[in-house]
């Protein structure tokens, strides 16, 4: 069965800190891996993704996720975190043998403390 | 392109009303999706459509949801009759998959509320 796990429900890092918001997935085949990012009373915002090829993806506002295979994780980072950063992210999977759906964790709240 | 858009963007009803909730995809996109957001459940998939036809339906949580997508740029979502647990903030999204892994871009949502 394919699934998605966001261990932390809340994250908290200091203004200019390195942040990582963890993920590991579960999928029957080979996975195409996101992350998305929603602020208060807003949609989910795309932030990043993985399909294939070099496990450090970089993506918008400065994020970037490292796909490890071995440990089956995707996780989130950024060098220096912005309290404009502060918001709810998630992660999501899709299982490239089964078709269109994606998998969302249940998501972690960042909070950037000036 | 104007992105996905929603109506309402907040909708206040009674118990025992229906409710129908509007999306239109960004055009050219053949997927739409429909999600419930709670903070008790997170968020759901309801339901999801490729060129029109609903795939997976599982996600209806009862016969008193319904989804249709009669054309390629207009879908809704219908409560009838609602019910207090049905407050939620509900998403649409869509998607475009040619060229392998789409990316899901998400309306900015509808909150329902049903006193």
């Known amino acids: 069965a394919q699934s998605v796990a966001q261990p932390e429900d809340q994250v908290n890092v200091a203004e200019g800190n390195p942040l990582t918001v963890k993920c590991t997935y579960s999928?029957?085949?080979?996975?195409?891996l996101f992350w998305y990012v929603q602020y208060p009373n807003r949609g989910l915002q795309f932030l990043l993704k993985y399909i294939t090829g070099d496990n450090l993806v970089k993506g918008s506002y400065g994020f970037e996720a490292e796909f490890n295979k071995s440990q089956t994780s995707f996780h989130l980072k950024k060098p220096s975190a912005l309290v404009s950063d502060s918001a709810l992210y998630f992660c999501a999977v899709r299982d490239v043998g089964t078709g269109n759906q994606f998998y969302f964790g249940t998501g972690t709240s960042l909070t950037v403390i000036p | 392109d104007a992105g996905v858009i929603q109506s309402p963007r907040h909708e206040v009803t009674e118990m025992g009303q229906e409710v129908t909730l509007r999306c239109k995809p960004i055009s050219g996109h053949d997927y739409l999706f429909w999600y419930r957001q709670t903070m008790m459940r997170g968020l759901e998939l309801l339901i999801y459509?490729?060129?029109?036809?609903?795939?997976?339906d599982s996600g209806m949580p009862e016969d008193r949801f319904s989804a249709k997508m009669p054309n390629a740029s207009f879908s809704t979502l219908k409560i009838q009759p609602s019910e207090p647990r049905d407050s939620a903030v509900y998403f649409c999204a869509s998607s475009d998959p040619t060229g392998g892994a789409e990316t899901q871009y998400f309306g900015p949502g509808t909150r329902l509320l049903v006193l």
């Open positions: 459509f490729n060129n029109n036809v609903p795939i997976d």
């Open positions: 999928v029957s085949g080979n996975p195409y």
